[in-house]
């Protein structure tokens, strides 16, 4: 490459590394590995912008050798973050970013710092025999979903780009290489917390601590003790988080605790999913054998894990190891409120109440139950909800009855519904919009996401999965010519397991 390309390319970012300047034993120091053939396949341009990153440059064959590994842009400080973590509740004392690779900050438009890393950048000390690479399906995947999640308001890392390789990897078979280039608050993680607490690394714990403090909760250097103060906002973080899962029918599939983030961001999409039929012990993971993290267990799961981070952090939060357990506890216990208060605040808005009163809470219930008895589609019983009138049914309530095994089971629901919608004070078309804002017409729904896998990596067609993310920008708004993307599958076409990509 020459002199100007180089200085081309280098211009685009504004790098920094705060990470790195932390001791040697937080990471492995480390630059991408190259790859053969790099060609840009998605560039994420809404995002570049937030970054104050110029989506032209991105474009540029010199930008393009830096989003693939190939080049270590100037500022950039390449490294793989140590972390352990449980997984499937089995404890792992040393995992890392064994195919990630972490370049860097560079501030957004709002001043706030967010991480640029690789991933499928090629192995690291932490790899444990794995190639590193990552394959444009699961790239695909995690740019779509993530996006999606973005676009419904659920906290989440971003994709800025997805990048071919011009490499096959070997899975089961060969498959297409890609790198998807991740934007996160930081990719901190419980586990992170974890793999000082296990070694009884008191030092690097307390850098770690004062470092997520300096990144995500810098009011609490002001508090008579910062680190519950953390402690604190990671569990009012994740409490919202899960809540904002639950409503919007998402399942993770793999909530270890090395894949639970403290900036209280969705992080890691493997084999995620979106329910269709309502099951609130729905699994759609391949790996999930028990059903640890189905879709109902995920806010006791989520409470599980902020108790190991609460665990890691006890030499913190006291002098005394008696002390910090009780401030711990503290802390966690009030987790179900924080969580309820939003889920139950999220139900309400989703049936059309500004505001909850006694009752409302069992009239929501009550309608999830029906809905799972009788096999209704998650979203489109909300969103087809979202047309009902309160002064009676008409043709708008056979629309949303039909969804149902027992067409009567809703019918009996919406009458009490309407009962209680005559004290609520709103309009039907205030009521509508409101419900319409949080109640999406689109989804990633499973198997349109598979189909532009399949698409991409089997053909090279990058067209539907194109559509698809042109869908998802905008869920909540119904537009002709993407009915098919609105409606759940047809028999034959449900997706009833996802993969991990590793």
Avoid at 56 to 82: C, F, H, I, K, Q
Avoid at 329 to 337: E, N, S
Wanted: hydrophobic residues 45%; aromatic residues 8%.
């Amino acid at each position: 490459m020459s002199a100007a390309g180089a200085a081309a390319g280098a211009a685009v970012f504004d790098f920094r590394n705060s990470y790195a300047r932390l001791p040697p034993r937080f990471f492995a120091k480390l630059p991408p590995t190259p790859v053969a053939e790099p060609r840009l396949l998605f560039l994420n341009s809404r995002l570049a912008r937030e970054l104050n990153l110029d989506p032209e440059a991105l474009r540029s064959p010199e930008a393009v050798e830096v989003l693939a590994g190939n080049r270590v842009p100037e500022g950039a400080d390449p490294l793989a973050m140590a972390y352990a973590g449980h997984q499937f509740g089995g404890w792992v004392p040393q995992l890392g970013d064994g195919r990630a690779i972490l370049l860097g900050e560079v501030a957004g438009r709002d001043g706030a710092p967010r991480d640029i890393q690789l991933k499928g950048a090629g192995p690291t000390p932490f790899s444990r025999m794995g190639d590193g690479r990552a394959a444009l399906g699961p790239v695909l995947r995690e740019y779509i979903v993530s996006e999606a999640m973005a676009a419904l308001g659920v906290r989440t890392t971003r994709a800025l780009a997805a990048v071919a390789t011009g490499e096959p990897v070997f899975r089961e078979r060969p498959l297409p290489g890609a790198i998807l280039t991740r934007v996160a608050r930081s990719h901190i993680r419980v586990g992170t917390f974890q793999f000082f607490a296990a070694r009884r690394d008191a030092d690097g714990l307390r850098l770690l601590a004062d470092h997520a403090i300096g990144r995500h909760a810098p009011e609490a250097r002001a508090a008579d003790n910062p680190y519950r103060a953390l402690l604190e906002a990671t569990v009012a973080a994740q409490a919202e988080l899960i809540a904002s899962w639950m409503l919007a029918g998402f399942i993770h599939g793999v909530m270890n605790t090395d894949n639970m983030s403290i900036a209280g961001e969705t992080i890691d999409y493997g084999p995620c999913a979106f329910m269709d039929r309502f099951d609130p012990k729905q699994v759609y993971s391949s790996i999930d054998h028990a059903g640890r993290y189905a879709y109902a267990n995920q806010p006791r799961i989520g409470h599980w894990n902020l108790s190991c981070l609460a665990r890691a952090m006890v030499p913190l939060l006291a002098e005394d190891e008696q002390t910090g357990f009780a401030v711990a506890q503290k802390v966690l216990d009030g987790y179900p409120a924080l969580y309820n208060a939003a889920w139950l605040d999220g139900l309400a808005a989703k049936i059309g109440l500004a505001e909850r009163r006694d009752g409302d809470d069992d009239l929501a219930l009550d309608l999830l139950g029906r809905m799972a008895s009788n096999g209704a589609d998650f979203t489109l019983a909300f969103r087809r909800l979202c047309g009902l009138a309160a002064a009676g049914p008409d043709a708008a309530d056979a629309r949303a009855a039909a969804l149902f095994a027992d067409a009567g089971a809703f019918d009996a629901w919406a009458a009490r519904w309407r009962a209680r919608l005559a004290s609520d004070g709103r309009s039907d078309g205030e009521r509508q919009a409101a419900m319409r804002a949080v109640n999406p017409a689109y989804i990633p729904r499973n198997h349109l996401v598979e189909e532009a896998l399949d698409a991409a990596a089997e053909r090279g067609d990058l067209g539907p999965a194109r559509t698809l993310l042109e869908v998802l920008r905008r869920p909540f708004e119904e537009r002709p010519g993407f009915e098919r993307h609105a409606r759940p599958p047809e028999p034959g076409e449900e997706v009833r397991a996802t993969f991990c990509g590793t």
